[in-house]
């Protein structure tokens, strides 16, 4: 599975986040394009390729051709945004973007949300920094994001409102539950742009993170610091390599034990995390301490899923915690066929090693409800697909096994 990785090293902002999307390879013909639909004149891009402490990048600048407006409120830029000609999802993600710099903003002020005035961020580079970025993830075709901790920088930033500490108060806001880091820098790293981007839009903020980098980009900050002024996003995928005719990838283990909850809710639970895309859910009974019986809630998941995973489990079930560590998941490659069976349809699934088939299964939802429907045992379908030749018996017993709903 495809993923995108932000390296925050060095904090990250509107311009420096455009600058390494368009060096990853986004088309920037496709982001003007989208641009363009949103009738905002007096303004110039340009994209230039420049080095900080060595390291190369894309420097991305909007200049302004005529004098700007700097204080539109959030409701003058939802209209700018919902008149436009974007894609439906590009104008409610960067609504979404813009909106969480408006509640930050609301709630520092006391103000009404619609009535905030954006004074720099409502300016037309922060819109076209927010705006393009959307344009330029859509153009990558990216659905999973990432992100290391944040750094913040130190010091003081001069703004619309005065001379405010680092980080301001609104990039605070916003971060509130994001892993962060203080004082790498002198001065600003992370803007409200850049912080809003990345609260939106990241999955999941880690500093361990198990995946193959596939392609690299760099985007290059104004300022030339001590340590290197970009941002660095990775394209990669979460699969890792074959070994011995098995797909190996990375996993997480998610657990919880508990002792006082009410059985009856173990299925509703199972259910909950199997429909949120889990691998497999199972629970395993254990004495606890005081002698008293409980049970291991297991759930082995993608390693992006985690934080849906374990809100699940903290909501729904009576535990104050959960444990989590990686693995690496060794799976044959799977296909499945269908087969036309004298009770009805049946699904194969194959286990395939170096294009052979090693071993398979019939559905057992499948062979369930032929069976219902047709007033036989579930081994007499079986039984039926194994004369056919449709499945493999089990070496030990000689009878076809169902499959089961664990998946490694």
């Given at each position: 599975?495809?993923?995108?990785?932000?390296?925050?090293?060095?904090?990250?902002?509107?311009?420096?986040?455009?600058?390494?999307?368009?060096?990853?390879?986004?088309?920037?013909?496709?982001?003007?394009?989208?641009?363009?639909?949103?009738?905002?004149s007096?303004?110039?891009?340009?994209?230039?390729r420049?080095?900080r402490?060595?390291?190369?990048?894309?420097?991305?600048?909007?200049?302004?051709?005529?004098?700007?407006?700097?204080?539109?409120?959030?409701?003058?830029?939802?209209?700018?945004?919902?008149?436009?000609?974007?894609?439906?999802?590009?104008?409610?993600?960067?609504?979404?973007?813009?909106?969480?710099?408006?509640?930050?903003?609301?709630?520092?002020?006391?103000?009404?949300?619609?009535?905030?005035?954006?004074?720099?961020?409502?300016?037309?580079?922060?819109?076209?920094?927010?705006?393009?970025?959307?344009?330029?993830?859509?153009?990558?075709?990216?659905?999973?994001?990432?992100?290391?901790?944040v750094?913040?920088?130190?010091?003081?930033?001069t703004?619309?409102?005065?001379?405010?500490?680092?980080?301001?108060?609104?990039?605070?806001?916003?971060?509130?539950?994001?892993?962060?880091?203080?004082?790498?820098?002198?001065?600003?790293a992370?803007?409200p742009?850049?912080?809003?981007?990345?609260?939106?839009?990241?999955?999941?903020?880690?500093?361990?993170?198990?995946?193959?980098?596939?392609?690299?980009?760099?985007?290059?900050?104004?300022?030339d610091?001590?340590?290197?002024?970009?941002?660095?996003?990775?394209?990669?995928?979460?699969?890792?390599?074959?070994?011995?005719?098995?797909?190996?990838?990375?996993?997480?283990?998610?657990?919880?034990?508990?002792?006082?909850?009410?059985?009856?809710?173990?299925?509703?639970?199972?259910?909950?995390?199997?429909?949120?895309?889990?691998?497999?859910?199972?629970?395993t009974?254990?004495?606890?301490?005081?002698?008293?019986?409980?049970?291991?809630?297991?759930?082995?998941?993608?390693?992006?899923?985690?934080?849906?995973?374990?809100?699940i489990?903290?909501?729904?079930?009576?535990?104050?915690?959960?444990?989590?560590y990686?693995?690496?998941?060794?799976?044959?490659?799977?296909?499945?066929?269908?087969?036309?069976?004298?009770?009805?349809?049946?699904?194969?699934?194959?286990?395939?090693?170096d294009?052979?088939?090693?071993?398979?299964?019939?559905?057992?939802?499948d062979?369930?409800?032929?069976?219902?429907?047709?007033?036989?045992?579930?081994?007499?379908?079986?039984?039926?697909?194994?004369?056919?030749?449709y499945?493999?018996?089990?070496p030990?017993?000689?009878?076809?096994?169902?499959?089961?709903?664990?998946?490694g």
């Open positions: 599975m495809k993923m995108l990785y932000y390296d925050c090293c060095a904090g990250i902002s509107g311009d420096m986040n455009m600058g390494a999307l368009l060096d990853l390879g986004a088309s920037l013909e496709y982001v003007e394009e989208g641009l363009h639909s949103l009738l905002l007096g303004y110039d891009i340009r994209v230039d420049e080095s402490r060595g390291i190369g990048g894309m420097r991305f600048e909007v200049r302004m051709t005529e004098p700007a407006h700097h204080h539109r409120t959030f409701e003058d830029i939802r209209n700018i945004i919902t008149g436009s000609g974007l894609p439906e999802g590009v104008k409610q993600t960067s609504l979404e973007i813009f909106l969480a710099i408006a509640r930050a903003e609301s709630k520092i002020h006391g103000k009404d949300l619609n009535a905030v005035h954006f004074h720099e961020v409502g300016a037309i580079d922060s819109i076209i920094d927010i705006v393009g970025c959307v344009l330029c993830l859509e153009n990558l075709g990216v659905t999973t994001i990432v992100a290391s901790p750094e913040l920088g130190g010091g003081f930033v703004c619309a409102h005065g001379t405010l500490p680092v980080p301001a108060p609104a990039t605070m806001e916003i971060l509130r539950g994001v892993p962060v880091t203080l004082g790498g820098v002198p001065h600003e992370t803007t742009t850049g912080a809003a981007i990345l609260k939106v839009m990241a999955r999941e903020f880690t500093e361990r993170l198990r995946f193959t980098p596939l392609k690299v980009g760099y985007g290059i900050g104004t300022r610091t001590e340590i290197p002024n970009v941002l660095r996003v990775v394209l990669g995928e979460t699969g890792v390599t074959a070994e011995h005719g098995l797909r190996k990838d990375a996993a997480c283990v998610i657990e919880c034990t508990v002792d006082d909850m009410n059985p009856e809710l173990y299925g509703h639970i199972m259910d909950l995390l199997l429909k949120t895309g889990a691998f497999d859910v199972f629970m009974p254990v004495v606890m301490k005081k002698s008293r019986p409980g049970v291991v809630l297991t759930v082995l998941c993608q390693p992006d899923m985690k934080n849906s995973v374990r809100e489990i903290l909501a729904e079930t009576t535990t104050f915690g959960v444990r989590e990686d693995v690496d998941r060794h799976v044959y490659e799977r296909e499945t066929t269908t087969v036309s069976t004298k009770y009805g349809p049946v699904r194969i699934k194959h286990a395939l090693r294009g052979k088939v090693i071993k398979s299964k019939p559905e057992y939802e062979c369930r409800a032929c069976a219902m429907k047709h007033g036989v045992s579930v081994l007499a379908v079986y039984n039926s697909l194994q004369e056919d030749g499945a493999e018996p089990s030990e017993s000689g009878d076809i096994l169902p499959a089961q709903s664990g998946d």
